[in-house]
């Protein structure tokens, strides 16, 4: 059977490449098939993609785009531009995640020219893992996915690298205030074979020497001294070739690798007892993987690609302590390590017939190995001890899907986008599979306005689930499909899109998603022994969030840059959470308005600027408190109790002395509204032998208005001893200055 699989499949390919050469005569009388291509897929022209194209919910970047947006650190970042965006909500101050239209941070897909990535993040969020020197083009998705991407629900942010060059060597190199970055490109065989690599690297960890053995000197008669140390990098490597003209491939290879500790040292002084304590918290994370492909276009009527990539994804969360002592010693060490390998491989064909239609189809294949969850638990006194490991078993999957999309143009005022696609996921005994319909649709109003809308059907069969208020990039991926239902999301966009004039345009788009089968950790897993099965620990539910999304863009002039605004409403409902009630989403960010824009006061100096605000993040407070719960005793009498009994209030640890909190609901109140002015001015200056350096300088919060990231709780006994509980709000990034200078060569 699997021959005759073979067989078939081999006669289709050939079938194919045979009608792409018995029809050449079509390529001269379809002679725009490739602009109408680039038009539908690629996507050169932003206004003419708001315009013209059927899919609802889509946006496309160059380099240039993000290099325009006022940085952090003298650092342009994907992430940050797309956060931008209406719809999209930021999440935490000075964090790099995205939620995008109710969606969660995980539910968004990342691929980097073919290789999709987990891990997206430099120094907790800071920073995204995508180096803007490597890049060209960007597609960023938020509704009306094309049937080629599956696997998340919210989002795609779709990059492809640069072509590298086969005439001649150049490049870029940058140096910031936290961060260095080389760029090179050139020829190894002129016009068959070149190469292009990037290297991003930070220096945080020799920046912050100097403070902190300032802060060890003055801690040191404390017989203190603190711990730290954080670093990144990322690696972008780049193989393209030209067999010939019609046959193109590539190799690329990404390496992304964080590095932290944090922790503190006592020790004893001379004379005294010998004694030395060192806590330290490890976390590492990161992103390794390469992706290979080949390219096929005979003619401007049909093009075939087959593409293949391995990724690797890894975290580690390690907690040591070592205590040193004249009477012995001790130490105990916990590690928690998540870690995912893919292998997968697609195979894509496109074929347009004229103006009127442009066929896509393909198949993927991805086998998952996954390791949810691996807590080692070690401890030692006086050299003897035990280890104690407590491994999730590895998850073997594989997930196949086959899918088409079909863009058609039948007139100047009509066109539409028909998709479907259908997915298998398997596990051992367990198997899922399903059908996702996707569907766009464009009427265009003769010149000037398109009124569009889509229909998209996606599911998700890993999820990143945090226990913290702060998405952290060391919380496990977890293969939901064997023990869950899969995430399953519906959703609905409609809006009218229009050029006012050359160069400025407007969409204005609403929207409303359904999600099944969310995951959430259950009210009582904080208390769960750490040998408790991470399923376990877990609860099922479900979302819905709706909203409208307005933008209008400026392209063209001294004067360019746009103005979004956000309207959007988040909720979640969970049998077992908040008393089975529905409840608002963490990122239930009602408004949100930005304004970024450009002006080039000369050819030389420009200046960035960008202002956002937003309806602040929900959070849970207790509001009330209770004390005398549970059993105690008075002094004078230890046999009488106070509180209640123990059937009626079990004994609790309350962790406060004004009692035990009592949260009456999720995500109860929300925080005060965030908003930043953000400013930068690049000056170019040419050099000999058309060489360029930039000098980039920049303000991130310019006004300094301290966001809050969360609340705390304090509470104050007055001189009758009642006691009473006032709340705080904690900011935590600064105006922060920045400089950056890059050379181009």
Not at 335 to 364: P, Q, R
Request: proline share 4%; glycine share 10%.
């Amino acid at each position: 059977m699997i021959y005759i699989f073979n067989q078939r499949v081999r006669c289709v390919i050939l079938a194919v490449v045979g009608m792409a050469y018995a029809i050449p005569a079509m390529a001269q009388d379809y002679d725009k098939a490739q602009n109408v291509q680039e038009i539908v897929v690629v996507g050169n022209n932003p206004q003419n993609d708001n315009l013209l194209l059927p899919q609802v919910g889509v946006k496309s970047f160059s380099a240039e785009d993000f290099i325009k947006m006022p940085s952090m650190f003298g650092e342009p970042d994907v992430l940050r531009t797309i956060q931008s965006q209406p719809g999209v909500s930021g999440g935490i101050e000075g964090f790099s995640g995205i939620f995008v239209r109710g969606g969660e941070n995980d539910q968004n897909l990342y691929v980097l020219h073919h290789l999709p990535l987990y891990n997206v993040s430099h120094l907790g969020g800071l920073f995204s893992a995508f180096n803007v020197a490597v890049t060209d083009k960007t597609k960023f998705f938020k509704s009306g996915f094309p049937a080629q991407y599956g696997g998340r629900l919210s989002s795609v942010t779709d990059i492809r690298m640069r072509e590298s060059d086969f005439e001649e060597y150049h490049g870029e190199a940058s140096i910031g205030l936290l961060s260095g970055n080389i760029f090179v490109t050139g020829p190894i065989i002129e016009d068959y074979l070149a190469f292009s690599i990037g290297v991003r690297r930070s220096w945080s960890e020799i920046i912050t020497l100097p403070a902190l053995a300032i802060i060890n000197h003055s801690k040191k008669g404390e017989g203190l001294k603190e711990i730290f140390g954080y670093s990144f990098m990322d690696v972008n490597a780049k193989l393209d070739y030209r067999f010939t003209d019609e046959f193109t491939g590539y190799t690329h290879f990404y390496y992304g690798d964080d590095a932290v500790k944090k922790g503190e040292k006592k020790f004893s002084f001379p004379g005294e007892d010998a004694y030395e304590e060192e806590k330290v918290l490890r976390l590492k994370w990161g992103n390794m993987g390469a992706a290979t492909g080949l390219a096929f276009r005979p003619n401007d009527i049909l093009f075939m690609s087959l593409d293949g990539y391995y990724s690797h994804y890894g975290s580690r969360l390690k907690l040591s302590n070592d205590e040193q002592s004249a009477d012995g010693s001790m130490y105990s060490q916990k590690t928690n390590k998540n870690a995912i390998d893919d292998m997968g491989a697609s195979l894509e064909s496109d074929f347009s017939i004229g103006d009127a239609l442009v066929m896509k189809f393909g198949g993927d294949y991805v086998h998952h190995k996954y390791r949810p969850e691996e807590v080692v638990i070690e401890n030692s006194i006086q050299n003897g001890g035990y280890q104690s490991p407590a491994a999730t078993p590895d998850v073997i999957a594989n997930e196949m899907a086959v899918w088409t999309d079909n863009t058609l143009s039948l007139s100047d005022w009509f066109g539409a986008s028909l998709g479907v696609r259908w997915n298998s996921w398997s596990s051992g005994d367990v198997r899922h599979t399903h059908l996702e319909p996707r569907a766009s649709m464009r009427l265009t109003i003769p010149d000037a306005f398109s009124l569009k809308g889509s229909y998209t059907r996606t599911h998700q069969y890993v999820q990143q689930v945090s226990n913290s208020y702060i998405n952290m990039p060391t919380d496990p991926w977890l293969p939901i499909g064997t023990k869950f239902d899969p995430l399953e999301s519906d959703q609905v966009s409609a809006g009218i899109y229009g050029n006012l004039a050359e160069g400025c345009y407007f969409s204005v788009e609403g929207y409303y998603k359904w999600m099944r089968n969310l995951l959430d950790y259950k009210e009582d897993a904080a208390a769960m022994s750490s040998h408790t099965p991470w399923d376990e620990k877990l609860t099922a539910g479900k979302g819905w969030a709706y909203g409208m999304d307005v933008s209008l863009n400026k392209e063209t002039g001294r004067l360019t840059g746009s103005i979004s605004y956000g309207l959007m409403w988040n909720y979640r409902q969970f049998d077992e959470l908040n008393g089975g009630e529905s409840f608002p989403a963490k990122y239930d960010n009602r408004h949100k308005l930005n304004i970024t824009g450009r002006y080039q006061i000369t050819d030389e100096v420009a200046f960035d600027f960008s202002w956002t605000y937003m309806t602040g993040n929900r959070v849970t407070v207790a509001l009330q408190n209770f004390q005398g719960m549970g059993i105690g005793t008075t002094s004078d009498h230890d046999d009488l109790h106070t509180g209640f009994t123990q059937d009626v209030a079990p004994m609790m640890n309350s962790g406060a002395p004004w009692g035990a909190d009592y949260f009456h609901a999720r995500n109860n109140v929300r925080l005060p509204a965030y908003h930043r002015l953000d400013l930068g001015i690049s000056i170019t200056t040419e050099y000999w032998n058309d060489t360029v350096g930039i000098w980039s300088f920049g303000l991130y919060n310019a006004y300094c208005h301290m966001n809050p990231v969360g609340i705390k709780k304090e509470g104050i006994e007055d001189l009758s001893g009642v006691w009473d509980t006032k709340f705080q709000t904690l900011g935590l990034l600064p105006i922060f200055p920045s400089i950056s200078y890059t050379y181009k060569f």
